[in-house]
């Protein structure tokens, strides 16, 4: 078992309990406060693990003060519980424990789409520009109406805190590792003006529908980016 902590504030809670069982391998997770005490801890343990699943032989944990704590310790005395407490010298003793929390955390992260109308990009027109940018990371929730983005470092000039009406979140796709953008306008070309090669790859100069009578709209493509 461990505590993943330090999260944002959600109905007065901000931490995790995560109980791993080692035989199924199943997880439960448990909202909790960061500051959380050994009678509390206990309280936790009763209503959602010992209840539900009957009394472990054993719990692995790490050092931390709530587990060595005295209550903890006559507790599991009590209850004829077998602790093992992993050291520094072997953190493996809760590996399990460990690849749960990584994976919980990589849940817990929120990315978003960003609006491009603030943001100046290389294209001639906005209306030629990606009407989405990112994703990008949440950092932090500022107010009720703003978020802290985790921005490239190509955009140091650009502030970093945008209001929701900007924002679109990230839709998870069934696809592993494939990203659901927003959905967004495409834009027609009129004909392809020219075309060259530019370090190995093809690029074409189009002109686009609706732009036909402004030269300075034509923009070079990577062939990547045109569909027939």
Not at 5 to 21: E, F, R, Y
Not at 75 to 86: E, G, H, M, T, V
Request: with cysteine.
């Amino acid at each position: 078992m461990d505590f993943i902590t330090q999260l944002p504030l959600s109905n007065n809670l901000n931490s995790i309990l995560v109980v791993g069982d080692r035989f199924s391998k199943m997880a439960i997770f448990t909202p909790a406060y960061g500051t959380i005490t050994s009678l509390k801890l206990s309280q936790i343990f009763i209503s959602h693990i010992f209840s539900k699943h009957g009394l472990p032989v054993s719990i692995v944990s790490d050092r931390g003060s709530l587990f060595v704590s005295s209550f903890w310790t006559n507790l599991f005395q009590k209850l004829k519980i077998s602790r093992d407490l992993s050291t520094f010298f072997h953190p493996e003793t809760d590996g399990q424990t460990e690849r749960v929390n990584q994976i919980l955390e990589q849940y817990l992260l929120m990315y978003v789409w960003l609006a491009s109308k603030n943001i100046n990009t290389t294209r001639p027109t906005k209306k030629l520009s990606e009407r989405w940018l990112g994703p990008f990371e949440v950092l932090k929730k500022i107010g009720s109406h703003a978020y802290h983005l985790k921005l490239p470092q190509q955009w140091k000039s650009v502030h970093p805190v945008f209001h929701v009406s900007l924002l679109e979140p990230v839709k998870k796709s069934s696809i592993p590792n494939c990203n659901q953008f927003p959905e967004q306008e495409e834009w027609e070309v009129a004909q392809v003006l020219d075309s060259k090669l530019k370090r190995g790859k093809l690029w074409y100069l189009v002109e686009w529908k609706g732009f036909s009578k402004d030269p300075e709209k034509t923009t070079w493509e990577p062939a990547s980016n045109l569909t027939s």
